[in-house]
């Protein structure tokens, strides 16, 4: 794996480090699979695509946003998608990983159920599913279980966003899609 940090994503240390050991949980679930297909949820500006990317794997950026993907588009190779993280427009079991960074908290909170349960639905058996988010909903963990994953880690995070300089908090959680489950 090629290391981005020094051509300007604006990540952190920490920061890849976390999207590396998503990678790497990928790669532990499926070691015969010879494509890694990634779904950037709300993928933004394409930061972490065009990561993705750059390590050799494959990805597919969705947002809300027509403004920000017309900027993703520009700095990713990867395929970006107009559409709402309630609705996922691709095939059932299509996904290795899905990377949910920093965006869940932008819907009411009883429709996060509707975000995993569709991204049960678009991830392979064993599928590693990402979360971070800057609102630590209390019962975020128990949605994990009744949607299907189990959590493989979890954790409550400070840090300061080296762009605007602002101090926040975050759970983050790295689950695996159970096979025998729903
Ligand atoms: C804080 S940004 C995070 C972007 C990117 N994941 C990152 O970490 O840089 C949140 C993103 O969620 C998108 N978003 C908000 N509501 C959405 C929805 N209902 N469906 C899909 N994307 C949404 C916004 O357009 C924005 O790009």
């Known amino acids: 794996m090629k290391d981005e940090k020094h051509v300007g994503f604006q990540l952190e ?3 890849i480090e976390e999207r590396k050991y998503f990678v790497s949980l990928i790669s532990e679930s499926f070691p015969n699979l ?6 950037d949820l709300c993928c933004g500006l394409g930061r972490d695509l065009k990561l993705f990317e750059s390590w050799g794997l494959s990805g597919v950026g969705t947002d809300i946003s027509k403004e920000v993907l017309e900027i993703a588009c520009h700095q990713c190779y990867s395929l970006v998608l107009k ?3 309630r609705e996922i427009p691709f095939l059932d079991n299509y996904f ?4 949910a960074c920093n965006c869940i ?3 009411p909170e009883s429709e996060v159920g509707m975000v995993f349960g569709e991204v049960f639905r678009v991830l392979k058996n064993d599928g590693v599913f990402f979360v971070s988010t ?3 909903f209390p019962e975020l963990e128990g949605s994990f279980i009744a949607h299907g994953f189990s959590i493989l880690k979890s954790e409550k995070r400070r840090w300061k966003n080296p762009q605007s300089g602002i101090k926040r908090h975050s759970g983050i959680f790295f689950a695996r899609k159970e096979e025998s489950s729903l």
Not at 34 to 39: F, M, T
Not at 96 to 99: F, N, Q
């Open 13 to 15: 240390d920490w920061q």
């Open 105 to 107: 908290h932008h819907i």
């Open 83 to 85: 559409s709402d993280m």
């Open 134 to 136: 800057n609102h630590l």
């Open 34 to 39: 010879r494509r890694i297909i990634i779904l």
């Open 96 to 99: 290795t990983g899905v990377w």
